[in-house]
């Protein structure tokens, strides 16, 4: 993956990096699935640990732990035609605060920025928020591209009701 | 509706082939539940690996019952109402932790050695004459009824009397035997929290649902459906082995042929499966090393036994579910009439290799979590039932698939896999329990009178 970055020149900035991700969950808001996935590396994970600082997402159960293969087949059940619990759709809005850039390696072609942030979902009379933080790990693969994305829930480890989108 | 307490009012709402709605929306029937069925049941509490050591101890609920599962000096796991005998306060509320030799209730002091006894009092002589050795609080926690500790599966009767462990489970403890016979070492370990999701519905809605062989390829097309198609226009060289993710979730959309075949097995007291011939578990791939590792603890010919069952959900009666061949227990709490916790738990096969705990976790996270795709579509049907079922359209609800004149539930029985016979039985056993401390009928006059208290 980094090598393809030796022969090119990168110079990803800070704000390449907050605009990156200020994109990504608009992406999300906007139901623009289709072009969220385009942003994943081909073998980019989606990490939502069930505990507070879970480190294990293979030998311990997490919330999501999904590959390409399952957010492609996420995004193309919320468009299908029977797809019950999307019947209304819900919705939902990512609140940022400022994102923490907390790697820059232009060398290596990896980057890591936290961003703490409220995602509000809703549908019919219901409306939940969850207070979470992302950490996006993101490597220049003609672009840059997503390799992991961890959400940690502040309280993970609450009963949840249906959460159906993506924070 | 008021509803006396009497097998009578209790038998009207049960009839061979529909229930009424009562069962799942109203909130006297529902406390009648919390009082007389899950008192008189043995119900699942936890795993005795999530209190190793002595002076470990768990809390959880057993229905609307607060409890602590501890391990006492001895060795032996007990399990305790949570709350002090001297004002109510709950003596833990951390899910897990360890209280030495005693639990110290953090309002007065109060303390109680881990079978509940009581310790000590501060300022004691503050009761001196009066009585306190004759008072309720004096006794200290209060135990439930009843703990069996199954090879590691802690169960409890609230009730001080009634049915027996063995009784009450039968030969549906080979559901058990064969999920702790798939570790070499005949154990199996708690592995991390539960996934804990709430369900604004009836806890029969999860429980009936665990054996209903007739949604999956319906509520679930959304998500198995479209795996499969996705899977189909890949562009995949020949040989190329099928993610574990499509192992798992492809058998949802098998057709109904493959669910009437795999087979349902009822037994007495509400228990039940199905999968009795195969089911969406068996085609799993094999995990290197596993077989040789089965065959070393057992032999060959109780080793493939072992691997031969594939039996796909294991209902105890009255809210708990086990997966064998997942190694996945879960249990449908419930709050209320109308609100049920499911927390989903897996563990690990002692000695096996961790390949399959890595199936275990993703089996649990792709289906059963708050944001599984899966799982979103059944609470959907639950949700929008716990809605539907207010109308003024029928107060029943139908269950008579396969129904057969004379069913005989104290019989052990193997059907078709599309029968609603094992959410028959769960009725059958639903009444037995609930009225086995009830009156046969209100005497004349004294329904009235107690109304009229009330």
Partial sequence: MTETLTATKVAV???????????????????????????????????????????????????????????????????????????????????????????IDNEAGRYKVVTRMIYVETRLDEQFELAITATHDLAWQDGLKITQKRVDILNCDAAFGNIQLLP | MHYPETREAMAALVQPQQVHRDLYISPEIYRLE??????????????????????????????????????????????LYNRCPHKGTKIAIDRTGNTGKFFRCPYHAWSFKTDGCLLAIPLKKGYEGTGLDQAEAGRGMTPVGAVHNYRGFVFARMAPEGIPFD?????????????????????????????????????????ENQTDTCHPMVAHESSAGTAVKIWESMDKPEGTPTPPAMEIIAPFMSPYEFFEKMGIRTWPNGHGHTGVHHSIHSKYSEIPGYMDSLIAAYGEEKAKAILGENRHNTVYFPNIMIKGPIQQLRNFIPLGADKTLVESWIFRLVDAPDELLARTAMYNRMINAPTSMVGHDDLEMYERAQEGLHSQGSEWVNVQRLYEEGEDFDEEAVLNGTTERQMRNQFHAWLKFMTAGMPPSTPRGKGATKEAAE
Wanted: proline content about 4%; charged content about 25%.
């Fill in chain 2, 167 to 207: 009784e009450f489970f039968g030969d549906s403890l080979s559901s058990l035997d064969n999920m702790l016979d798939r570790s070499p070492a005949g154990r199996l370990e708690v592995v991390g929290a539960p996934l804990r999701y709430m369900h604004k519905c009836n806890w029969k809605m999860l429980v």
């Fill in chain 2, 34 to 79: 919390c009082r007389h069925l899950f008192s008189n049941c043995w119900l699942y509490v936890g795993h005795d690996s999530q209190v190793p050591k002595k002076g470990d101890y768990y809390t959880t609920q057993l229905a609307d019952q607060p409890v602590i599962m501890v391990r006492h000096t001895d060795d032996q796991v007990h399990v």
């Fill in chain 1, 13 to 103: 900035t800070r704000d390449d990096l907050i605009d990156f991700v200020y994109a990504e969950a608009r992406m999300l808001d906007e139901g623009r699935f289709d072009e969220w996935l385009t942003l994943w590396a081909t073998d980019g994970m989606y990490w939502m640990p069930l505990e507070w600082n879970q480190q294990d997402p293979i030998l311990e159960t997490s919330l999501l732990y999904e590959d390409q293969f399952m957010l492609r087949l996420r995004v193309e059940r919320l468009n299908g035609a029977r797809t019950f619990s999307q019947k209304p759709k819900s919705r939902c809005l990512h609140v940022l605060n400022r994102p923490d850039v907390d790697l």
